[in-house]
């Protein structure tokens, strides 16, 4: 199945450390989302971006739409242990019929060392 | 304000075996999505639901099929299953076709 490039595939940090990672695509779209999924979980929405250039935070989360529509980043500052998990980007377009499934990127495991 | 439940969340079947996996939706949301999660693997659309009719298609074999009821919640049956049925299903609602979607606990499917 589809599925957009993701990457780095897993990281290693020490707490207190920023995290950066993104998203590409050979598609536009019209929104990106970024997940989190914890291990026997569903993923639980983050952020979501609606418009090209698009920069929003959500605590120390921030998260910008490409001008390109094509591409998204995820930043994570000042990481804590209770970071850890999978984070999943997921892109969106808008089909005629006006429905849309979600195109996940395989994601980021972030393990956060005390 | 409940958010998306599904059921069972474990559930073990043999190859050839039928299995049905529930969804309610949140609150006030009228359309479910199904999604199959490979280990180590990100989200794969199965299909999606809305006013009771199954409006978009991955995929996914016709193995996979679907029913939403009035109150919007939702089923996803797969018949003759296969060892790579094997997977974590999600279902997803959200309001109208193209809103943002949130995501239930997911049901673990084992094959054997």
């Avoid at chain 1, 609606?50 to 910008?64: D, F, P, V």
């Avoid at chain 2, 280990?39 to 809305?50: E, K, V």
């Avoid at chain 2, 060892?83 to 959200?94: E, I, V």
Wanted: proline content about 5%.
């Amino acid at each position: 199945g589809q599925q957009l490039n993701q990457s780095p595939q897993s990281m290693f940090i020490q707490e207190g450390e920023d995290v950066s990672m993104n998203c590409t695509s050979s598609s536009i779209f019209n929104t990106w989302l970024w997940y989190k999924q914890e291990p026997g979980e569903g993923p639980v929405l983050l952020i979501a971006l609606y418009k090209a250039g698009e920069l929003t935070s959500n605590g120390r989360l921030t998260a910008q739409f490409g001008i390109t529509r094509k591409d998204s980043f995820l930043n994570i500052s000042a990481s804590i242990p209770s970071d850890v998990g999978i984070y999943f980007c997921a892109g969106q377009a808008v089909s005629q019929g006006g429905s849309e499934k979600l195109v996940f990127g395989k994601g980021t495991k972030l393990t956060v060392n005390p | 304000d409940a958010g998306v439940t599904q059921s069972p969340t474990h559930l073990i079947k043999t190859r050839g075996q039928q299995v049905t996996l529930r969804c309610s939706p949140k609150s006030g949301h009228d359309t479910v999505s199904w999604y199959q999660q490979a280990l180590g693997q990100g989200p794969q659309f199965i299909f999606q639901y809305y006013e009771e009719e199954e409006r978009q298609r991955g995929n996914f074999p016709d193995r996979f099929s679907g029913h939403q009821f009035p109150n919007y919640s939702s089923e996803l049956n797969v018949n003759a299953l296969l060892l790579g049925d094997s997977a974590l299903y999600l279902c997803a609602s959200s309001l109208g076709r193209s809103d943002t979607q949130y995501f239930g606990p997911g049901t673990r499917l084992t094959v054997l």
